[in-house]
């Protein structure tokens, strides 16, 4: 009678890591339990994951290394891994359930970072105009959210702009808007296959630093005026004082995103026989939500789900 947060599945958003191939899964080392799948079985989760009322399904390709070049051109690529399984997923499940396409060049880019580079640098307008041509790419494919994860700035009213004018009006953009230069994505850049791209770079002059709180209210101000739908904190445990703070702040729905890192160090410790995982997992899930989080993003949401429908 008297809790004050509550979760449900439809508060989750799941991630998803697809490869090329036919009935193919790859299991991804820093990530104990999370597989790469090809698309045919990503429509087979996507359908579990109604069944459970999750959210929605966050798609990340893992895209050859011949498709990879300087200018990430294989984005805009009608035909590419995303575009496939947007399609597949979203025939599938008939609108039962949010697909979310990420928005940012390093699945496609030969040096692994969001943007395109010139004299070394990520040139932020530059690549908001090849953002812009990946998320009507996107849209087509029957992505009904769109979700820049590249942190270039005045991204989301430009896209904002592509989307209405290919009649898209109806594609929502959840921006991830409060992105932290984090070490935390390491796991992640495993599982797409983009840490060797990235090598020793990193990507400080677009991401946050892990530092600053105020820059996070100007960050998220922008994005909301240029059109986002919706806001994302990321990483996520580590970042709840940031999620607080723009729930006090502004009146948007906020997304958390548990990231690779977060996820690893929960699992393994789990593994190891030092926390009880469902304990921990539920724990993180309800501090998200008390924290200000409406939406979260987490490897957990399968799991998440089916306990809560126990
Ligand atoms: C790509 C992107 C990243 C993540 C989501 N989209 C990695 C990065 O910015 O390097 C990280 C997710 C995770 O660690 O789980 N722009």
Redesign the pocket.
Known sequence: MVQETHLTASNLIW?IFVIEGENRTEPIGTMPGVNRMSVDLAVKAAQHAVKLGVGAIAI?PVTPQDKKSEDGRHAVDSNNLICQATRAIREATEDKIGIVC?V?L?PYTSHGQ?GILIDGYVANDETVQILCDQSVNQAKAGATIIAP??MMDGRIGAIRDALDAYGFQHVGIMSYAA?YASA??G???DAVG?AKNLASGD?KSY?MNPANSDEAIREVALDIQEGADMVMV?PGMPYLDIVRRLKDSFEIPIAA?Q???EYAMLKFAAQANALNERAVVMESMMAFRRAGASAILTYFAMDVASWLSE
């Open positions: 991630p990340f990420d940012a390093d969001d994860s590249d992105k935390f994505y796991p992640f850049r983009s990507k991401q990321k995103y990231v690779s890192g």
